[in-house]
């Protein structure tokens, strides 16, 4: 009787195998219905100036310290040039600047020279001028001289040693006037070098000053003061929804003066002082607010724009009440700048600068990490800004700086903000442990979530100021996994998770370049390179559905998410295998009667140590295969340390 009852038993199952408890290894998802919308600008991107992510970074200028206010006492990235005939001096002349917000200038003396021995200065760029065959660049150079000298004066792209020219060209009509002079310079063929300086000669003697010069490569889109164009175009690679700006720390600044204060970031480049940036340099704010909102605009993506907010990085706060509110009003006109008509003052100002049409704006973020505030002053400033800016705006969502991973008793109580940003940097242990939960605690009729900043570290959290610039300055496979895992439970969390965004986005590799790791995107003057990180983030950005599925998992470590197109019934499952060996996972996809029987797997992995750099950017790339024989229950082998995507067709 006994062994009929288990016949029974096996047959029923062998007839409906999608119902039998698979042993082993499961990973079960319903795609019987969704449980809810996948937010549809989950994906999103992070950017402050760090690393050099501007100037020396995505902002294709490539003179370094083109105003020459990088340092105050010494003409720092520019250097004589003469032979052992020729003879100059240079000198910083803040007596003799172009212009109040320019303050100083580069007085360049020729003492001795011929057209045989050119005397001049030079710039070495930001680690190297990246020199491009058959590539024209544009050169502007604010410059006046004294009553004895006119020109010419000779602009070259020049190799290090100064043997090769490889692009050159010359202007003259210098007055005792500042005037500002623009050349395009044009190279030949050769072979891509970034070993290369910007020269200005003189081949007599004379004196002139320069008040600015600027050199720009072929940018994205042709934008002038653009983008350089490998390093936008792995972003849109991304297929990102959102752009979060200006930070970070970089928008609260190391003080209140030295924050990033947008109406100085506006107008002609010569019109920008600059600032210094809290990671130890000067930013020139040569990417200002216009930019970043064009920036938004080229990737097709909603701008989060972070208003500063009173506090800044080294402690200093503003009391909330009437001292606050000099920057309520700076928050106020920065949003009519971005989104007023031109008949408001600052919409007039934005099309004066050259794009009349309003930008969309949705999202104001009010400072940056404010539970470092000791004073304990953001409720209060929080609510200031929320008020004027609900009062003006009431269809902007404000997000919050404190999220539910600070102390219940540091958040915001006295409002209810629409958003706050969380902030998750972590081992990738932790990821791993965290993951399956995070958020399940959460009030689904709490606050929507922002991750604004997140990262997987491979071990423990570096403090940045005491980072050994002998790590390398992205992450290998192992983050990408800890990355994998938690991009996992953001995106089955996605009702309630709305947007999540990787930081820091970029890093020159450069010796000195660097502030923090691991950082997703590396670079140098000529060449980009994305780490595992980056291709993790891209396989879960570009393959994602609008409705969410229910998982399940059992007896596996393995971790995942499913989500599903509502046109086409696409499945999209994410499967994460942490371990060190190789899973044969039963994937059982439940409440559908059948799928194609060919989909596809992209699959990221190798060793866990394994990663990418300048000189081997391929190591650690997704690779896309046929899956076969795909079934509503089926087997499907995950390798050692590996990120998959499947993508499930239902059968047509
Ligand atoms: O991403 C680097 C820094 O980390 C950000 O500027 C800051 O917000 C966070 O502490």
């Known amino acids: 009787m006994k062994f009929m009852k288990k016949l029974a038993a096996l047959i029923i199952c062998a007839s409906t195998v999608s119902d039998c408890l698979a042993i082993g290894p499961t990973f079960t998802l319903d795609a019987g219905h969704s449980i809810g919308k996948v937010s549809p600008i989950l994906y999103g991107l992070m950017t402050e100036e760090i690393n050099h992510s501007y100037d020396g970074g995505l902002y294709a200028e490539l003179i370094q310290n083109r105003a020459f206010l990088d340092d105050t006492k010494r003409l720092i990235h520019w250097s004589v040039v003469n032979d052992t005939v020729s003879g100059a001096t240079i000198a910083l002349d803040p007596t003799n600047s172009f212009n109040d917000k320019l303050t100083t200038s580069l007085r360049l ?20 001028i990246p020199v491009l065959p058959k590539t024209e660049y544009r050169a502007a150079i604010v410059a006046r001289t004294d009553s004895n000298f006119s020109g010419p004066i000779t602009v070259s792209i020049v190799s290090e040693d100064g043997h090769t020219v490889f692009a050159s060209e010359k202007f003259s009509g210098l007055t005792t006037n500042w005037k500002q002079f623009e050349l395009t310079l044009k190279t030949g063929r050769g072979a891509p070098t970034s070993k290369a300086h910007f020269v200005i000669t003189l081949d007599q003697p004379g004196t002139i000053w320069l008040g600015l010069v600027s050199l720009f490569p072929p940018t994205w889109n042709n934008q002038p003061n653009g983008f350089r164009k490998d390093l936008m175009q792995m972003l849109v690679d991304l297929n990102p929804k959102f752009l979060r700006f200006p930070g970070g720390n970089y928008v609260e600044g190391d003080t209140v003066e030295t924050r990033f204060e947008w109406k100085k970031t506006i107008g002609p480049i010569a019109e920008r002082h600059g600032h210094p940036c809290p990671w130890g340099y000067r930013s020139t704010d040569g990417l200002g607010l216009l930019e970043f909102l064009e920036w938004c605009e080229d990737m097709k993506v909603e701008p989060v724009l972070a208003v500063y907010a009173g506090y800044s990085l080294k402690g200093a706060h503003v009391n909330p009440g009437p001292d606050l509110e000099p920057f309520v009003q700076e928050a106020l006109e920065e949003i009519e700048y971005v ?16 794009h009349p049409a309003p930008f969309h704006l949705h999202y104001v973020e009010i400072g940056n990490e404010d539970w470092f505030d000791k004073s304990k002053s953001y409720d209060a400033r929080f609510a200031q800004f929320y008020d004027a800016i609900k009062a003006k705006y009431p269809q902007l969502k404000t997000i919050s700086t404190i999220g539910n991973d600070q102390p219940e008793t540091a958040r915001v109580h006295s409002r209810s903000p629409d958003v706050t940003d969380e902030h998750y940097y972590r081992s990738v242990d932790t990821f791993l442990h965290m993951s399956p939960d995070y ?17 997987a570290y491979e071990t423990s959290f570096p403090p940045w100021d005491k980072l050994s610039q002998k790590e390398p300055p992205t ?36 010796p000195g370049g660097r502030q923090w790791r691991p950082n997703m995107i590396g670079y140098d003057a000529i060449s980009a390179y994305g780490s595992p990180s980056y291709y993790a983030f891209q396989m879960f950005s570009r393959n994602v559905g609008d409705e969410s599925l229910s998982t399940a998992s059992r007896e596996t470590s393995v971790q995942g998410c499913a989500t599903r197109d509502s046109h086409t019934g696409e499945i999209f499952l994410k499967l994460v295998n942490p371990q060190t060996n190789a899973v044969s996972l039963n994937i059982e996809v439940n ?7 060919t989909g596809s ?26 899956v076969r024989q795909v079934k509503p229950q089926f087997v499907y082998t995950l390798p050692p340390n590996s990120i998959v995507v499947l993508k499930l067709k239902p059968r047509s």
């Open 339 to 354: 989104t007023g008509d031109t008949n408001t003052k600052w919409g007039a100002q934005r099309a004066k600068d050259g």
């Open 601 to 626: 797997a992209i699959t990221l992995s190798g060793n866990a140590d394994q990663t990418n750099s300048l000189d081997h950017p391929r190591n650690v790339v997704p690779v896309t295969t046929a």
């Open 591 to 597: 409440g559908v009667a059948s799928l194609a029987s």
């Open 475 to 510: 992450p290998n496979l192992k983050a990408a996994i800890g990355d994998g895992v938690f991009m996992a439970a953001m995106e089955r969390n996605s009702d309630l998770i709305k947007m999540q965004c990787y930081a820091p986005l970029f890093v020159n590799v450069n």
């Open 109 to 128: 003396t020729v003492m001795e020279a011929d057209k045989k021995h050119p005397a001049g200065v030079a710039n070495s760029g930001y680690w190297g």
């Open 439 to 455: 958020a399940k605690k959460y009030d689904r009729n709490g606050p929507e979530i922002f991750v604004g900043e997140w990262a």
